[in-house]
């Protein structure tokens, strides 16, 4: 599994967010449940709220994740002068269009509501 995100639950302890294909879908997991996510999602949240990648900006890849031909998905963190910590990015590249990147918090938040309004709708 790929983990995009990880954070301090209400109990202060880690809790992580997941992300893995099954039979050519995306599903999201976390000790809240599984959400399968409807197709297209990651592009769209990526689209709306990315931006270009910046391949020359000092980063450390962390994993990375195949989703189908020609498409991938990469965990990076980037310190930036001005940070003390380092932030986690998610980097979302295609065969066909310019490698976006927006911080993980907010492609996770997004995608945790997608699959969950998915499941709601049954």
Not at 15 to 44: C, I, K, N, Q, T
Not at 76 to 89: P, Q, S
Request: net charge negative.
């Amino acid at each position: 599994m790929f983990r995009i995100h990880e954070f301090s639950s209400a109990s202060g302890e880690l809790s992580s967010v997941f992300l893995r294909v099954a039979d050519g879908e995306l599903v999201l997991s976390s000790e809240g449940g599984e959400w399968l996510l409807p197709s297209g999602a990651l592009h769209a949240v990526l689209t709306r709220y990315g931006a270009p990648f910046d391949a020359s900006a000092r980063s450390t890849e962390i994993a990375s994740l195949r989703l189908s031909e020609g498409e991938c998905l990469r965990h990076v963190r980037h310190l930036a002068g001005y940070d003390v910590i380092a932030r986690d990015y998610l980097v979302y590249e295609r065969a066909d269009g310019e490698a976006l990147c927006a911080l993980a918090a907010t492609v996770t938040a997004a995608l945790l509501h997608l699959g969950q309004a998915r499941a709601a709708r049954g």
